[in-house]
């Protein structure tokens, strides 16, 4: 069983920046996935980011160039650096990671508004 802890939500102006961060109970260095989905009220979840075994990331083309993903092995974390926010960012963002199945954080509200 792994457990995930976000944190780094909050409120935010458009244009601003934020980074979240989740924490593993365990190592993540044999994670085959990890990454950070969202959910907008009335909207299905999506994907935003994930590094792949091996290294590979992907981005959702709503983020690209904006938000960054990195992984901590040390730290068993994973991180994702939102800059330029908009408006339609606003969302529950969920950390994921895939071992032997699927884990979900509790997810951490980003609202971003002027």
């Known amino acids: 069983q792994v457990q995930l802890v976000e944190s780094g939500g909050g409120l935010v102006q458009p244009g601003g920046s934020l980074m979240l961060s989740c924490a593993a109970s365990s190592s993540i ?7 950070w989905y969202r959910q907008a009220p009335g909207k299905q979840r999506e994907l935003v980011a994930a590094i792949i ?7 959702a083309d709503s983020v690209k160039g904006r938000f960054t993903i990195s992984r901590d092995n040390a730290k068993n974390t994973v991180n994702l650096q939102m800059n330029s926010l908009k408006p339609e960012d606003t969302a529950v963002y969920y950390c994921w990671a895939v071992v032997s199945a699927e884990y979900w954080g509790q997810g951490t509200q980003v609202t971003v508004s002027s």
Do not use: I
């Not at 260095?29 to 990890?34: G, Q, V, Y």
């Not at 075994?53 to 981005?59: F, I, L, V």
């Open 53 to 59: 075994m091996g290294g590979r990331k992907n981005y």
């Open 29 to 35: 260095f044999s994670f085959n996935a990890m990454g």
